[in-house]
C-alpha cells in the first residue's frame, strides 16, 4: 500500500460516540436550563404563598384587628361622654361624643375594607355596627335630648340602665369579631411558618439539584470532552517532540475524533515529507561534496592560472621586446607593429587573468570581517591613487564616514576602483571634483560618491556591473572592464546593494548601502575633509 493511500486512512481502534462535542455540551446545557427552569418555577410558586400568606396577615387581618379594638375603644368613650353629660349636663362632653362618633365612621369605612375578602369576619363586622348604630339612636339621642329638654339624671335612670344592655350587646359582638380576627391571626401565622418552612425545603432541593446537576455535567465533559482532547495534546506534543512514529488513536465526540484523524493523517504526510526531505537531503549532500571537490579543482586552476599561466605569457611579452630590440634596426613598420601587438595582447592576458582572479577571491579568500573605520580605508584607497589623483589634479571631499563591520581590504579595494572610475573618466575640459557622501537610515547606511566627470547614459545603468563590460574601445581607456562588477560583489558580500543614479546629470553618481554594526558608536568627526590635495 503507497504511503500516499495510508496518509488518507484515519487511524482506528479507538472509542468513538456518534455525538459531536457540541450536541453533546448543548444536550448539557438543555439540561441545564430545564432544571433551572423547573427549579425557578416551584421556587417562585412557593414564596408567591409565602408572600401571599404574609400579605394576608399583615395587610388585613392584623390592621382589622386593630380597626376593631379602635371602635370598641370608640364607643366606650362615646359611653362615657354621654354618661358625663347625663350627669353633670356640661356641653363640653359631648365634644368627644361626636368626635367618637365621627372617628367611628373612619375606623369602620376602613375595617369593611380590609376585610372585603373575608366574607364571614366582615358579616359580623356589620352586625355589630348595626347595634352600635342601633344603640346610638335609641339611647344616646334620647338621654341628650332628654337632658337638653331639662330632665334630672335620676329622671334618666331607667333609660341609661335599658341602653347599658344595648351597648353591651354592641361591645360583645365586636369581642366576637376581635375573638374571629385573633384565630384568622393564629392560623395565618401557622400557615406563614409552614409556608416559609416548604419554601426553606424547596430551596435547599433545589440548590441541592443545581449543585448535583453540575458535578454530573462536570464529570461527563470531563470524561467525555478535555480527557480525549488532554490525549490528543499529548499525543500531539509528542510528535512535535520528535517522536513522528507515535500514532494518534481517534476517541470521544465526533468531531474530536476527527480532528485526531486529521492529525493523524497530517502526521503521516509529515512522516513522508520528512523521508523525502532526508532522500533530497542526502542527495544536496553529495551534491555538496561534489561541488566541494569541484571548488578545489577550482582553487587548483586558479593557482595554475596565477603561477603557470602567467610565466608562458611573460615568456612570450619579454621574448617579442627582446626581438623587437635586437633586430628593430632590420624589421619594417608592420614587422615592428606586429611585435608591439603580441607585447600587448599578452600584457592584456595578463591583466584579464589577474582582474578575474581577484573576482573569484571575493568572499572565498578573504573573510576577515572586523569593525572598520571607513574614514581610515577611504585613507588608505586615496593613497594607492595618490599618482593618478595628482597628476589628473582631482579633488576628493568626504563626508564623515562611520564604523562598519567589514573586510578591510575588500572594503579597501571598493573605494579605489570607485575613486579610480572617477579620476579615469574625468571631464576634458575640467579638474576632477569627487564628493564621498554618507547618510545614516533606520536600517543603516547610505554612501554615494559622484564626479563631475564624462557621466554614463542611464540605458547602461545595468550593463556598467557585468564582468568585463565596456562602454567605450579598447584604445580609449585602459582597464578590463571588471571594476564595477568587482564593487557589486563587494557591497553584496556585505549584505548591501550598489546601482547607478541614473537621475545625477552632472556626471556619475554611485549609490550604495552598507547594514550597521551592533552597538557600534559613530565616529565624530567636524566638518568636511580634504585627504589628499591636488597636485
Same mark, same amino acid.
Given at each position: 500500500?503507497?504511503?500516499?493511500?495510508?496518509?488518507?486512512?484515519? %487511524?482506528?481502534?479507538?472509542?468513538?460516540?456518534?455525538?459531536?462535542?457540541?450536541?453533546?455540551?448543548?444536550?448539557?446545557?438543555?439540561?441545564?436550563?430545564?432544571?433551572?427552569?423547573?427549579?425557578?418555577?416551584?421556587?417562585?410558586?412557593?414564596?408567591?404563598?409565602?408572600?401571599?400568606?404574609?400579605?394576608?396577615?399583615?395587610?388585613?387581618?392584623?390592621?382589622?384587628?386593630?380597626?376593631?379594638?379602635?371602635?370598641?375603644?370608640?364607643?366606650?368613650?362615646?359611653?362615657?361622654?354621654?354618661?358625663?353629660?347625663?350627669?353633670?349636663?356640661?356641653?363640653?362632653?359631648?365634644?368627644?361624643?361626636?368626635?367618637?362618633?365621627?372617628?367611628?365612621?373612619?375606623?369602620?369605612?376602613?375595617?369593611?375594607? +380590609?376585610?372585603?375578602?373575608?366574607?364571614?369576619?366582615?358579616?359580623?363586622?356589620? %352586625?355589630?355596627?348595626? +347595634?352600635?348604630?342601633?344603640?346610638?339612636?335609641?339611647?344616646?339621642?334620647?338621654?341628650?335630648?332628654?337632658?337638653?329638654?331639662?330632665?334630672?339624671?335620676?329622671?334618666?335612670?331607667?333609660?341609661?340602665?335599658?341602653?347599658?344592655?344595648?351597648?353591651?350587646? !354592641?361591645?360583645?359582638?365586636?369581642?366576637?369579631?376581635?375573638?374571629?380576627?385573633?384565630?384568622?391571626?393564629?392560623?395565618?401565622?401557622?400557615?406563614?411558618?409552614?409556608?416559609?418552612?416548604?419554601?426553606?425545603?424547596?430551596?435547599?432541593?433545589?440548590?441541592?439539584?443545581?449543585?448535583?446537576?453540575?458535578?454530573?455535567?462536570?464529570?461527563?465533559?470531563?470524561?467525555?470532552?478535555?480527557?480525549?482532547?488532554?490525549?490528543?495534546?499529548?499525543?500531539?506534543?509528542?510528535?512535535?517532540?520528535?517522536?513522528?512514529?507515535?500514532?494518534?488513536?481517534?476517541?470521544?465526540?465526533?468531531?474530536?475524533?476527527?480532528?485526531?484523524?486529521?492529525?493523524?493523517?497530517?502526521?503521516?504526510?509529515?512522516?513522508?515529507?520528512?523521508?523525502?526531505?532526508?532522500?533530497?537531503?542526502?542527495?544536496?549532500?553529495?551534491?555538496?561534496?561534489?561541488?566541494?571537490?569541484?571548488?578545489?579543482?577550482?582553487?587548483?586552476?586558479?593557482?595554475?592560472?596565477?603561477?603557470?599561466?602567467?610565466?608562458?605569457?611573460?615568456?612570450? !611579452?619579454?621574448?617579442?621586446?627582446?626581438?623587437?630590440?635586437?633586430?628593430?634596426?632590420?624589421?619594417?613598420?608592420?614587422?615592428?607593429?606586429?611585435?608591439?601587438?603580441?607585447?600587448?595582447?599578452?600584457?592584456?592576458?595578463?591583466?584579464?587573468?589577474?582582474?578575474?582572479?581577484?573576482?573569484?577571491?571575493?568572499?572565498?579568500?578573504?573573510?576577515?570581517?572586523?569593525?572598520?573605520?571607513?574614514?581610515?580605508?577611504?585613507?588608505?584607497?586615496?593613497?594607492? +591613487?595618490?599618482?593618478?589623483?595628482?597628476?589628473?589634479?582631482?579633488?576628493?571631499?568626504?563626508?564623515?564616514?562611520?564604523?562598519?563591520?567589514?573586510?578591510?581590504? +575588500?572594503?579597501?579595494?571598493?573605494?579605489?576602483?570607485?575613486?579610480?572610475?572617477?579620476?579615469?573618466?574625468?571631464?576634458?575640459?575640467?579638474?576632477?571634483?569627487?564628493?564621498?557622501?554618507?547618510?545614516?537610515?533606520?536600517?543603516?547606511?547610505?554612501?554615494?560618491?559622484?564626479?563631475?566627470?564624462?557621466?554614463?547614459?542611464?540605458?547602461?545603468?545595468?550593463?556598467?556591473?557585468?564582468?568585463?563590460?565596456?562602454?567605450?574601445?579598447?584604445?580609449?581607456?585602459?582597464?578590463?572592464?571588471?571594476?564595477?562588477?568587482?564593487?557589486?560583489?563587494?557591497?553584496?558580500?556585505?549584505?548591501?546593494?550598489?546601482?547607478?543614479?541614473?537621475?545625477?546629470?552632472?556626471?556619475?553618481?554611485?549609490?550604495?548601502?552598507?547594514?550597521?554594526?551592533?552597538?557600534?558608536?559613530?565616529?565624530?568627526?567636524?566638518?568636511?575633509?580634504?585627504?589628499?590635495?591636488?597636485?
Amino acid at each position: 500500500m503507497s504511503s500516499a493511500a495510508t496518509a488518507d486512512r484515519p %487511524a482506528s481502534g479507538g472509542r468513538r460516540s456518534g455525538m459531536t462535542t457540541s450536541r453533546r455540551l448543548s444536550v448539557m446545557m438543555i439540561a441545564m436550563t430545564v432544571l433551572v427552569l423547573t427549579g425557578g418555577a416551584v421556587g417562585a410558586v412557593a414564596l408567591s404563598h409565602t408572600a401571599a400568606v404574609s400579605n394576608r396577615l399583615a395587610d388585613r387581618i392584623s390592621p382589622a384587628r386593630t380597626a376593631v379594638s379602635r371602635l370598641e375603644t370608640g364607643l366606650l368613650e362615646q359611653v362615657a361622654a354621654v354618661r358625663g353629660y347625663v350627669i353633670t349636663g356640661d356641653p363640653v362632653l359631648l365634644g368627644p361624643y361626636e368626635n367618637g362618633v365621627a372617628a367611628e365612621r373612619v375606623t369602620a369605612r376602613r375595617a369593611r375594607e +380590609l376585610l372585603a375578602d373575608e366574607p364571614a369576619a366582615r358579616r359580623e363586622l356589620d %352586625a355589630a355596627l348595626g +347595634l352600635a348604630d342601633r344603640w346610638r339612636a335609641d339611647f344616646p339621642t334620647r338621654l341628650i335630648a332628654a337632658r337638653r329638654g331639662g330632665a334630672s339624671p335620676v329622671d334618666l335612670a331607667p333609660i341609661v340602665q335599658r341602653g347599658r344592655l344595648a351597648f353591651d350587646a !354592641a361591645q360583645a359582638a365586636l369581642k366576637s369579631l376581635e375573638g374571629r380576627l385573633d384565630r384568622e391571626q393564629a392560623a395565618g401565622r401557622a400557615d406563614l411558618d409552614r409556608a416559609r418552612a416548604v419554601r426553606d425545603v424547596l430551596f435547599v432541593a433545589i440548590l441541592a439539584t443545581l449543585l448535583l446537576s453540575s458535578i454530573v455535567i462536570s464529570v461527563l465533559v470531563r470524561l467525555t470532552v478535555l480527557r480525549p482532547l488532554g490525549r490528543l495534546g499529548a499525543s500531539v506534543r509528542q510528535v512535535a517532540g520528535g517522536d513522528f512514529e507515535h500514532r494518534l488513536t481517534p476517541e470521544g465526540p465526533a468531531d474530536i475524533a476527527r480532528l485526531t484523524a486529521d492529525v493523524e493523517t497530517m502526521r503521516q504526510r509529515v512522516v513522508d515529507a520528512l523521508k523525502t526531505s532526508r532522500r533530497h537531503r542526502d542527495a544536496l549532500e553529495q551534491q555538496a561534496d561534489e561541488l566541494r571537490r569541484s571548488n578545489e579543482d577550482l582553487e587548483q586552476f586558479a593557482y595554475v592560472a596565477s603561477h603557470d599561466l602567467q610565466e608562458p605569457l611573460r615568456k612570450v !611579452a619579454s621574448f617579442c621586446q627582446m626581438l623587437h630590440r635586437r633586430y628593430a634596426d632590420q624589421l619594417d613598420d608592420r614587422a615592428r607593429q606586429y611585435i608591439g601587438y603580441a607585447v600587448d595582447g599578452a600584457t592584456r592576458m595578463q591583466s584579464l587573468i589577474n582582474d578575474l582572479l581577484a573576482f573569484s577571491r571575493i568572499g572565498r579568500v578573504y573573510g576577515d570581517d572586523r569593525e572598520v573605520d571607513l574614514a581610515e580605508v577611504l585613507a588608505q584607497a586615496e593613497s594607492n +591613487l595618490s599618482g593618478p589623483i595628482a597628476d589628473a589634479g582631482a579633488q576628493v571631499v568626504a563626508d564623515p564616514l562611520p564604523v562598519v563591520n567589514g573586510d578591510p581590504t +575588500l572594503l579597501t579595494m571598493l573605494w579605489q576602483n570607485l575613486l579610480g572610475n572617477a579620476v579615469k573618466f574625468r571631464s576634458p575640459d575640467r579638474a576632477p571634483r569627487i564628493r564621498v557622501e554618507a547618510t545614516e537610515e533606520a536600517d543603516g547606511w547610505s554612501f554615494a560618491v559622484a564626479d563631475n566627470g564624462i557621466g554614463i547614459e542611464p540605458r547602461y545603468a545595468d550593463k556598467i556591473f557585468l564582468i568585463f563590460q565596456r562602454l567605450h574601445p579598447r584604445g580609449s581607456y585602459d582597464g578590463t572592464g571588471i571594476g564595477l562588477a568587482i564593487c557589486k560583489k563587494i557591497v553584496e558580500y556585505h549584505g548591501g546593494t550598489l546601482r547607478l543614479d541614473d537621475g545625477y546629470a552632472e556626471g556619475a553618481r554611485f549609490v550604495f548601502t552598507l547594514p550597521k554594526p551592533a552597538a557600534v558608536a559613530v565616529p565624530e568627526q567636524a566638518g568636511e575633509r580634504t585627504p589628499v590635495a591636488p597636485a
